[in-house]
């Protein structure tokens, strides 16, 4: 018996976000991804998971190839001195959401269009043969990838 856990369904990530009225139709409108359901999680319950101590929303999003982005918002102020700190809302980390499209262009121009200035310079950078990708960021400045692969 393996102790190894099994992964029985696509990675969900989870990203704090600013405000949800800014990020959610970011995420909708201009990287395709389908509302799930919005969730309101308590005081009581965003304490005792360590994740809010004053609550937190929840806005599910779907990819269609059933990955999953939980953009999460923090409910009101920290509780108590230092604590905003131990908080998994509060935590800033060096990472980054990649996506694997199939119309880099495509989504590119629409993200231009929308305002929204890529990272990389120039704004597609073909990596190596049959790999193509972008950097850009969301409304609360958090970088994604969307990476395009192509046979050759």
Request: hydrophobic fraction near 45%; include cysteine; charge should be negative.
């Amino acid at each position: 018996m393996s102790s190894l856990p099994t992964i029985v369904k696509p990675i969900e990530l989870g990203i704090v976000v600013g405000d949800l009225a800014t990020s959610v139709p970011f995420y909708r409108d201009l990287l395709g991804l389908a509302p799930e359901r919005d969730i309101t999680i308590s005081a009581e319950i965003g304490e005792r998971t360590g994740v809010a101590a004053n609550g937190f929303s929840i806005s599910r999003l779907t990819a269609p190839c059933g990955a999953v982005v939980k953009l999460l918002e923090r409910q009101g102020l920290p509780s108590a001195p230092g604590q905003l700190h131990d908080e998994i809302c509060a935590r800033a980390t060096q990472s980054f959401l990649t996506l694997v499209i199939d119309d880099l262009d495509g989504i590119i121009k629409k993200l231009q269009e929308a305002g929204v200035k890529a990272r990389s310079d120039p704004a597609i950078v073909d990596v190596r043969p049959g790999m193509r990708l972008a950097f850009i960021v969301d409304p609360d400045g958090y970088p994604i990838e969307l990476v395009e692969y192509s046979a050759n």
